[in-house]
């Protein structure tokens, strides 16, 4: 299968990388790193073993990629809005378009721009930055799970799939909405917060006030999943998440970094639309959207949280 | 009538200044400016006329002051555990205890320590501050509206709203419940929200996002008070808050100042107090209760707010 990359950062360049490193055939799309790549290679460190491609497939201009297999899409979501031109070559309707993005309503909203061709979520777990041009640092974890959303070929999938974990990528196919409003679990409380209290996922699970109104804004989720029949996402769920980030390293979420380094916050689909859905349903999420309210502010009063008194 | 002033600072010096101005037996506690207001005496600069006590009476010691018929208690409410000891001598059974303080469950709270003392809620709309030692600045209004808590003798409160209002402060008599509540409408959202996003009125109105936050906060009161009675707090009530605070100046709530200048903020009764009393009431305010999480947490992580990345 012919693989392509749209988006080589953390994510692309460290999945992509690892399938080009396995044999397989991968052609990766880059922007402001295309002329350093093509000279220099792209460098993957990595806990589960290091490489450099000497001479990887890369383009600059998206109708330059070939028709492929299976596209990889790991921008931000706050450039999806390039969806429909990036795509236009690469995808036609026999391609698996694999959205490893974060939030919830994102194969909804680029489904209805681009109707025709078959998504799949990517759900990765994985610590990856970018860290120079063509530079990729992977600290740990890379687990990827695949969640259907219109691929009429579940059997591809499956192939998918094993191409990934046996090109040392574990993945498996998981239930769609399930595996996202899982993630929201996550993701929702802790990027949020991390940004509106100017700090880190440690910090807000030492301290009780905000621990409870972490484990609240997560319940909040669960409510309004189950209200979906989304059944996986429970109490249960909630504890596991709050133990395993007790364990991790104080941590800055993806939303952090974008607003420490001004970079535009996913606030979309990790918040606004998950909201809407939820409301939606009968079942809103309040803190929630206290949350959503006080990012749109920030974004909008950057120097505001930065003034010293 | 003897007046008793304890807390001598914007509020405690402008309405103390302002019935001894007028001719009354007022006493005033001091804490640091003692020294300086029993040699130079209290300047008051006010929009409704600027005026200079040469010898007020002052006292640096709660146990010197006479017993009275009036006390102003005009200490924030976080220095309210002092109350038993500060009133224990200027306070008997037939002294009548205005706390002219910000919050709910304030009255609950001091009589739960104090029980044999009559108590009425002061409910202060007034701009005013201590600049220096001895220096008092009113700048806007000054309306005080009295509310009757466990004060037996309605009618010496009546003479007392007199007293006031010849004295140059307009005051009357409210129903104590209502009121106290209906200030919550204000204070609730803006303390803590200029706390939590680091901004000003203003700036919150101007915002859509945080313009709908405020009046969805302001929603969660009218509901918590409704569900207990209180008809006087509704929507047309948030509409004329919202207005009257479009037509503000940029200001910075009392809670705003203390964060800023790192002095204690009055969480206890603006929030947990109202939220214990909303909650036990069958009618939570999530909004806020995730206001009061954010606020406990930045008391305790004060630096965080102030690194610039």
């Known amino acids: 299968m012919i693989y392509s990359v749209i988006g080589t950062g953390g994510i692309g360049g460290y999945y992509g990388g690892q399938l080009a490193q396995a044999g397989h055939e991968v052609h990766f799309l880059l922007h402001s790193d295309y002329d350093y790549v093509k000279e220099h290679g792209l460098q993957v460190d990595s806990v589960n073993g290091s490489f450099h491609l000497d001479k990887p497939h890369v383009y600059n201009d998206a109708e330059q990629l070939p028709v492929s297999d299976v596209v990889l899409v790991c921008l931000k979501t706050t450039n999806n809005h390039l969806l429909p031109s990036l795509l236009k070559r690469v995808a036609d309707e026999h391609t698996i378009v694999i959205l490893i993005q974060n939030g919830i309503g994102v194969e909804e909203d680029v489904q209805a721009m681009l109707p025709d061709i078959q998504l799949v979520a990517g759900l990765a777990f994985i610590c990856t930055a970018k860290i120079a041009p063509g530079h990729i640092n992977h600290q740990c974890y890379g687990q990827i799970n695949l969640g259907n959303y219109s691929c009429k070929e579940e059997e591809r999938l499956t192939t998918i799939a094993d191409e990934f ?145």
Chains 1, 2 share one sequence.
């Open 165 to 309: 974990t046996n090109a040392g990528i574990p993945a498996q196919l998981v239930e769609y909405k399930e595996a996202r409003w899982k993630k929201a679990v996550w993701n929702m409380p802790f990027n949020g917060m991390t940004v509106a209290l100017n700090t880190q996922t440690d910090l807000l699970l030492k301290h009780p006030s905000t621990r409870q109104l972490i484990r609240e804004q997560m319940m909040e989720i669960v409510r309004a999943a189950q209200h979906q029949g989304i059944n996986g996402v429970n109490e249960e769920f909630v504890e596991k998440m709050i133990s395993m980030t007790d364990e991790m390293t104080p941590y800055s979420p993806s939303m952090k970094l974008d607003f420490d380094f001004h970079r535009p916050m996913e606030i979309k689909h990790i918040y606004t639309r998950p909201l809407e859905i939820a409301r939606a349903a009968g079942m809103p999420m309040p803190k929630l959207e206290m949350l959503e309210a006080e990012l749109r502010f920030l974004e909008d009063n950057l120097y505001q949280k930065f003034i010293i008194n």
